[in-house]
Each structure stands twice: as structure tokens, then as C-alpha cells.
């Protein structure tokens, strides 16, 4: 093996086993947090505030368990999971909360579930950033994390 | 009278249609027969037909009309660079109205259907007809000089593959669609100002033309390279951009094809949606067809550019890249494993854990070739004993430091957890744009100014100028990325017209960045419009494809075309 080519299999084989490392962090990570990955018809865990969202252009409704609903303002409880059951009536939207870490699409046809649990009270914006027409950057809101 | 007069107008403009037509085939045949046989004379051949099999390709090629009635080789190329730069100033005009329009949170400059117009304008026509229109441009034109062709008879079908491309291209400029250049049915198929875009078949139209186009280039490309090459060079002897065009064209061939299907479903959708929407549709398989395609083509917009940059550094450094074999190794397993990981814009659409494990997975994967190339361009200028910082040199450079920026923000994206927080913001934006910024943009001007000299018959330009111009791209990219990455981690959301008042800085600073890149390509086109004014007063013969005494091409293959080192000082742009 000459001079070069073992600087360059040094070089590799140190970012190989970086990548490696980071890959099998992931794969734990997704372990843990396998509820929070959006799927279609995902399980809802027990105890669970189900809250069914639809993505229209260009409003988010959200439709609690008691019945009521609201447009583009989503109340919920601290410290329960919420599982949030995401659907569209007309095009694809993607419902994104930064402060949760919650990313979900919403694809007319699917039932996309993703379950989180705020931790601390709060109020905090949500978007739309799957780009759904005219009015897409008027698909905010407001996420309010009162105490039970 | 009225009809009369109607009917004359009508008849002199057929008429003179025709006639034009006529014209312009005579002229068109009659210019391509008497420019080979001036050419066959003076070299001293007396059958035409032998002198084109004989050197076609070997001489320099100006920039001039004739670009557009001959169907050779380097006649192509030159109608893609000077395609490509036209619609890269078109679609830069629409970006840079775009960041001015977001000065304030609400819509200002422009009402939201018209920001989502140039949105949508911006993204496509940069792609398709920038990126990957000039890197086929450099394709054809250094390809028979870097592979001494011997043949070049496949004018016709090469030429009908530019004016499908080209006329694809003025399509979905003509549609104004706005349905972003990804196409989701089903907001791709309302046909509305505040959906798709009234017109937006005609892109679909448009984009099937385009791919129709690059198909026909690709498979043309490919046979140059395979078939037509001169049989003294050896695959192991080809230069590292020749390689690279060849990974570009497989690559195209291998992944257009899903989605020039899915268009032609989508457009079918417009009359009886059956496929993507309605009664049994299933909206994400188009997205899934056409992220197939759309990963790769992120790759066929850097890879023949990564090629350039081996051809360029060892240009300035007097010395082989570091690595011939490694170079090819890794585009070429950049090739295969970025074939693997489409799956990745579509992590949060529900598609469920295993495609989300798979599909991260593979994207730290990627990184591997990716890594030894930029190793490969370090080491290159680390063992190099003097680095003569030209202009292009520079644009190189930056364009490798921009790559290792976008390359880390984008392994970050492989996270799930930071993926479920970055995607879809301007943190993905910022990503991309320092790669298409550093490596598409920056090494395009590169290239053009070492071809310069030749393109415009032995003029020089102005150095200085052409200093400015990459300082003003390179600090204004830098900022305006930097700017939208930053954004994009507390959450500021891509592709809107109005945004909340809280990510206001992050927009500012990025207006900022966006003048001064524009500022920069005011420079430029004013240092080529003067230069183009002064004497020729050059060799025609440029450093990229004619190498000087010292000066190597990548794969250290020794020197055919000596021309004097002052020369190559000169035609390769400045101390």
C-alpha cells in the first residue's frame, strides 16, 4: 500500500466511523421518539388527548374530544401526551410546530398521527411549510400550553 | 375592404414566413457547406468529409451566429452556455424580486399569486436550464477537445435534443405556474390563479419537453464519450471531467424516465383524474415518482462541476490532482449510493418508521464519496508547491468551502429529530443554495472565464472586475445562505410571501446578501460587454482545453498542445 493511498483510507476511515456512530444514534433516537414520526393510522398511546386536525386552503381546523372545534388557535394541556390525528380536505399541507418538534403532513386520504407532550406552558407559533397555493403563508397560528 | 384588407395582412405575413423559412434553410445549408470547405482548404485537405472526421473538435470554437446553424459538437455547447446564461439572469432577476418583495412581513412589492409565480419560475428555471443546462454546454464543448473526437455524426439528433430542451424551457417560463417546481398534485392540478396557475399544464407540457431534451443529450453524451472518442485515449486516461459527464448522463438516463411517466400521468389527471386524485387516486405517488428524480438531479447539478474543479486546480498549482483513481471512485459511488436516499424528502408524509430508518440511514451513506472527493481537492492544493489564486482559482476554492458548509448542514438533516425541525424551513434553503451558489454558480463563471479568451475570439477581460464579480457572489451568497440557515433552526418556513414578524433580521440579512450577489452579476455582465469591445489580442487557444508547458490535466496525462507560459498566464485569467 503505497504513501497516498493509506493518507486517503485514514482520512475515509475516520469519517466512516463518524457517519457509522451518527447512524446508530439515529436509529436509537427514532426508538425513542417512534411515536413523534409522523405515520399513517400510527397507534395512539393510552390516555391520550386525540385531537383531529384538518389542513384546508388556507386555515388549520382542530377538533377536540368534547366536540368543539377551533380555527388556526390549538389549546392543549401540559404534561399529557397529545396525539394529534392530521388530515387534508383539499391539497398537501404540512402541519409544523418548531418548539414541539412536531412535523406532520397533512395528504388528503391519510390519517397521519403524531403524538407529543409539552412539558412547559406557553404560547407558541405553528405553519404550514408544505406550500398549498396563494394564501399558504397564512396558514399560522398559535399553540397555547395551559396547566390542566 | 375589412375582410380584404384582413386578408391581405394575413397572406404577406405567411407569405414572408415562408420566405423567411426558405432563407434561412438556404442560409442555414449553405453557410455549414462553405465554412467546412474553407476550413478543409486552408488546412489543406481536399475532400471536406475526410478533414471533419480528422480534426473536428481539436480547434478552438468562437462564439458567433454560426453557433446556431452548425449541429457539431461545439456548436451545441456554445448554444447551451449562452441558453444557460440567459435564463440564469431571467431566474436571478425573479430571486432577487423575491427577496426584495419580503422587506416587510407582509406582502409588499409583490401580491402573493405573483411571489408564488416567481417562486415557482425561480426554482424550475434554475435547475433545469441553469445548472444542468450549462454543465451540458461545458459537456459539448470540452469534450471533443479533452477526447479528440474522431466522429461527429450525430449533429441532427444532438441539436433536436437543445431546441426540445429550449423550447421546454420558454414553456414553463410562458406557463407562470405556481405550483413550485415539485408539482404536488392535487394543488397542481387546480387550475387557478390561487392554485397551480391558470396555464400550469403548459409547464407540465414544458418539463416533459425539457426532459425529452435532456434524454436525447444524455444518450448522445454518453455515445461521444463511449464510441467516438479517439482510440489511443483509454478509459484509465480520460480526464476527470469526461468521468464526471459520464456518471451525469447515466445518471439522468436512470432516473428521468419515472417521472417523465408521472408527468404524462399528472397532465392525463387534468381531464380525468383517476391517478393522483379523485375516487382511487393516491396523492403521494407522484411525490414518490418524482423525488425518485428529484434527488439525482441534485447530483446531476453538481457532479460534472466537481469534475470541472479537478480540471481547473491543477491548472493553477502546476501539478496532477492528488488522486486520479479516487476522483472517479468517488463520483462514481456518489452515482450509486445518491440513487438510494430520494426517500428523504418525504420523512414526514406518514409513509411510516421503516422508510424513515431506511432512507436516514442511507443518507449518512452518501457522505462517504462526497468526503473523498473533497479530501482529494485538499489534498490537491495541500501538496501543491505554489497556488496561483486567478480568478477561477478562486471561484474553485470557494466553491469547495461552500460544498463542506452545505455538505455538513445537509448530513445534519439525516437526523430524524433535527430533520422533523429543519424540514421545510429556510434551513434546508440555505443548504442547498451555498451548494448551488459555491459549486453550480461559482464554478459555471469559473469555467467561462478560462474559456473566454477562445470564446470571444482572443480577447481579454478584465481582471480586476472579474475579481470584484466573485467577491460580491461569494460574500453575498455567504451571507444570504448563512442568513436563511440560521433562520431555518428557530423555525422561519420556506417558500412564503409573507412571514411573522419575528424572523424579520434573518430576512433582512438575506435581502442584503441577495443585492450584493446582484450587484456582482451587474459587474460581470459589464466586464464581458467591454471586453467583447476592446482588439483581440490573445491566442485563441484557453487553458482548460489546450494545456500549457507545465500545466497537467487531471489525470497528469503529459502535454500535446504546448503554448507559450506567458500565454497561458494570460488566457487563463490574470496573476
Not at chain 1, 394529534?84 to 412536531?102: G, K
Not at chain 2, 479530501?375 to 501538496?383: D, G, K, R, T
Not at chain 2, 464579480?469 to 431555518?488: D, I
Request: hydrophobic share 50%; aromatic share 16%.
Amino acid at each position: 500500500m503505497n504513501d497516498k493511498l493509506r493518507k486517503e483510507v485514514i482520512f475515509i476511515s475516520v469519517v466512516v466511523v463518524i457517519l457509522i456512530a451518527s447512524a446508530v444514534l439515529n436509529v436509537f433516537l427514532i426508538s425513542n421518539i417512534s411515536n413523534s414520526v409522523s405515520q399513517n393510522n400510527g397507534a395512539i398511546p393510552v390516555g391520550a388527548e386525540v385531537i383531529h386536525v384538518v389542513g384546508h386552503q388556507w386555515a388549520w381546523t382542530f377538533i377536540y374530544p368534547n366536540g368543539t372545534s377551533s380555527v388556526n388557535a390549538l389549546t392543549v394541556p401540559v404534561n399529557r401526551n397529545i396525539a394529534l390525528v392530521v388530515n387534508s380536505s383539499d391539497v398537501i399541507h404540512d402541519l409544523y410546530i418548531p418548539e414541539m418538534d412536531v412535523q406532520v403532513y397533512a395528504v388528503p386520504g391519510m390519517n397521519n398521527t403524531v403524538v407529543f407532550d409539552p412539558t412547559h406552558t406557553g404560547s407558541f407559533y405553528f405553519e404550514c411549510v408544505e406550500y398549498c397555493g396563494e394564501y399558504h403563508y397564512r396558514m399560522t397560528g398559535t399553540l397555547q400550553v395551559v396547566s390542566a | 375592404m375589412g375582410f380584404f384588407f384582413t386578408f391581405m395582412v394575413e397572406l404577406s405575413v405567411v407569405l414572408s414566413l415562408i420566405a423567411l423559412l426558405i432563407f434561412f434553410v438556404f442560409y442555414f445549408l449553405y453557410h455549414r457547406k462553405s465554412e467546412i470547405e474553407d476550413a478543409a482548404d486552408a488546412a489543406g485537405y481536399e475532400s471536406p468529409k475526410q478533414y471533419m472526421r480528422d480534426t473536428l473538435g481539436e480547434r478552438p470554437r468562437v462564439l458567433s451566429i454560426s453557433a446556431f446553424l452548425n449541429d457539431d459538437a461545439k456548436s451545441i455547447g456554445i448554444r447551451y452556455i449562452v441558453a444557460s446564461l440567459f435564463f440564469f439572469f431571467i431566474a436571478g432577476t425573479f430571486g432577487l424580486t423575491m427577496r426584495l418583495s419580503l422587506t416587510v412581513p407582509t406582502p409588499s412589492l409583490l401580491s402573493a399569486q405573483e411571489y408564488n409565480v416567481l417562486l415557482t419560475e425561480h426554482a424550475t428555471l434554475m435547475i433545469y436550464m441553469w445548472a444542468v443546462g450549462s454543465a451540458i454546454g461545458f459537456a459539448y464543448y470540452l469534450l471533443p477537445s479533452h477526447l479528440k473526437l474522431k466522429h461527429d455524426s450525430r449533429g441532427v439528433y444532438a441539436s433536436s435534443g437543445f431546441w426540445f430542451w429550449f423550447m421546454g424551457g420558454l414553456m414553463i417560463l410562458y406557463s407562470r405556474t405556481a405550483a413550485r417546481w415539485y408539482l404536488y398534485p392535487p394543488l397542481a392540478l387546480q387550475l387557478s390563479a390561487s392554485g397551480g396557475g391558470i396555464d400550469n399544464w403548459l409547464a407540465v407540457i414544458g418539463l416533459e419537453a425539457v426532459f425529452f431534451g435532456l434524454m436525447i443529450t444524455s444518450i448522445n453524451v454518453i455515445l461521444i464519450i463511449w464510441k467516438d472518442r479517439d482510440p489511443a485515449i483509454k478509459w484509465s486516461q480520460m480526464s476527470m471531467f469526461a468521468w464526471s459527464i459520464l456518471f451525469t448522463a447515466i445518471m439522468i438516463v436512470a432516473s428521468a424516465p419515472p417521472l417523465m411517466v408521472g408527468l404524462s400521468m399528472l397532465f392525463y389527471d387534468f381531464f380525468n383524474p383517476i391517478f393522483f386524485t379523485g375516487a382511487t387516486h393516491e396523492v403521494l405517488l407522484f411525490a414518490i415518482l418524482f423525488w425518485f428524480w428529484g434527488h439525482p438531479i441534485v447530483y446531476v447539478a453538481v457532479i460534472p462541476y466537481f469534475g470541472l474543479i479537478y480540471e481547473i486546480i491543477p491548472k493553477f498549482t502546476n501539478k496532477p490532482i492528488y488522486s486520479y483513481g479516487s476522483g472517479i471512485f468517488g463520483l462514481g459511488l456518489l452515482l450509486i449510493l445518491s440513487e438510494f436516499v430520494w426517500g428523504h424528502h418525504l420523512l414526514n408524509s406518514g409513509l411510516g418508521l421503516a422508510w424513515v430508518l431506511f432512507y436516514t440511514t442511507a443518507s449518512f451513506a452518501v457522505v462517504v464519496p462526497s468526503a473523498i472527493t473533497v479530501f482529494n481537492y485538499v489534498a490537491s492544493l495541500w501538496s501543491a508547491e505554489k497556488i496561483r489564486l486567478t480568478t477561477p482559482m478562486l471561484f474553485a476554492i470557494n466553491g469547495i468551502m461552500d460544498f463542506v458548509i452545505g455538505g455538513v448542514t445537509g448530513v445534519m438533516q439525516s437526523n430524524q429529530g433535527i430533520n422533523q425541525l429543519v424540514h421545510g424551513t429556510y434551513f434546508v434553503t440555505g443548504h442547498f443554495h451555498f451548494i448551488f451558489m459555491g459549486i453550480t454558480t461559482g464554478i459555471s463563471f469559473a469555467a467561462f472565464y478560462m474559456l473566454f479568451p477562445t470564446l470571444s475570439g482572443g480577447r481579454t477581460y478584465n481582471v480586476r472586475l472579474a475579481r470584484l464579480h466573485f467577491y460580491f457572489t461569494a460574500f453575498g451568497s455567504l451571507l444570504m445562505a448563512m442568513a436563511w440557515t440560521v433562520g431555518g433552526l428557530i423555525g422561519m418556513p420556506r417558500a412564503v410571501a409573507g412571514y411573522l414578524p419575528v424572523f424579520q433580521p434573518y430576512q433582512d440579512a438575506s435581502i442584503l446578501g441577495g443585492l450584493i450577489i446582484g450587484i456582482g452579476q451587474l459587474i460581470f455582465l459589464y466586464n464581458i460587454a467591454t471586453s467583447w469591445l476592446k482588439e483581440p489580442s490573445l491566442s485563441l487557444e484557453n487553458a482548460l482545453e489546450y494545456k500549457g508547458d507545465e500545466a497537467y490535466n487531471a489525470g497528469g496525462v503529459p502535454v500535446p498542445n504546448p503554448i507559450a507560459a506567458e500565454e497561458l498566464e494570460n488566457n487563463a485569467g490574470g496573476a
